[in-house]
């Protein structure tokens, strides 16, 4: 659980002031912001690794305690990766050096060790161009941050890079995630999806190519679309596992205070994540929701496509998400989706507002919802969806900027990368293309590090289904 922070806040000029400060007197800066209330004790921990030497545990601490939306944190927290950048350079240490020894490297490696979580990282990993020789090298996408930071302590990058462009799809944003200084953008092209514009800046600047996609944006279209003569039969729908992060709750109490009138709404999520049914439905209870809402649990993709298409508009109430799935799908429906203003994570700027709407606090988001009632028009969010959504429109823009990228590199390029979808977790959209990449799955068993038991058999039976 994250630290509990001071609630008396300070204007952002109070680290932007001191920013030299940070560098020359770290910890007494740190601790007088700390008495501001502007940083938690998160901040002032992290501080104490950097100054061990032990970087990506500070890295691992920021990312997991910093508050989830909050722009004084987020500046903190690179303040302080910029003083480790500065030790590092002093003291002559490489970053991959003192991951080595590292109690994050040590937790990577005891939990992927676990077989279902070895079974996640073969889910993740995926060869979406094959190897064809020296001078055209293939394309390994890794998605998910988790797997992003263990593929390179799991695998020998050095061997992985003189075959494969290595591509990145965190699911959080933010450029203080370990796989920055662990993966060489020198070695091959390694491009990282992008959530926020802040994030290209940083990643480009460093020497990654960004990328203007996201985990979202490979659905597959073939499931979700438009259904003709549909009646709307909910005011809204949220496609969300049934966790507090998801935040029910505060839709559940904007309705309750501020709405008017009939009230129908859809919920979907699954059985065997977070509270599950019981918990949704006590959740219900308590704010005297049962009668109005539909309960839906396990359901397949065509289902939520019928959900999303009898529903006013998808409400994504999550303060943080990894691009949200979901939204995409809803889009591609032809629903609206209500997104926080303050929401990390989404990729609003990317989107006409008819499509993505944002509302600020419960009483904007009742009116939100009020308003699709009115205002929702299928076919025109359907087509601001596929102007840049979809594993199809993916696939485009993957191809076109790695190949710009292999060019200026004077490598060749004669085969396109293949389109994948992700569902639960990554999948070839045609079997021929799995087939095609046989060989590339046993050289990366070769790149295992340490004994890590990569299994291209189990590889390829994961990122194939249909």
Known sequence: MAPSIASRPAP???????????IQRPTTLLKRLRRQGVVGAWAIRALARVRRGHFHDAIELLARSEPLASGMSNRVSQAVLNYADAQAARHKIRWHDAWKGSQASDRIRSRFAVE????????????VKPFVAPRERGIVVVKYSEVGEAFPVLMDMERVQARYHVVLEPSTTGHRQAFVRLIDPRASVVGIQILTPSDADAFRKRGFLDLPLCAGDWVDESAFHPTPRVEKRFDFVMVSNFLPMKRHAFVFAALRRYWNGPLRFALAGASDVGGGERWIRELLEQYGLSTNAELHVDVAPEQINALLNASYCHILAALREGANRATFEAMLAGTPVLVPHDHVGFPTWRFPQGAVRTFAGSRDLVRAIRDCRVTTDPTSVVEMAKASTGSENATRILSTAMRAEADRRGESWTTEPFRHVNRVHASYF???????CHSDYRYLQSCARDGFGYDPAVAQSLLWRR
Do not use: C, G
């Not at 952002?12 to 940070?22: I, M, P």
């Not at 279902?116 to 060869?127: D, K, L, P, Y």
């Not at 045609?430 to 095609?436: I, K």
């Open 12 to 22: 952002l000029v109070t680290v932007r002031t001191h920013f030299s400060e940070l």
């Open 116 to 127: 279902s979580q070895r079974r996640f990282f073969h889910a993740n990993v995926i060869v």
């Open 430 to 436: 045609f079997r021929a293309d799995l087939d095609a």
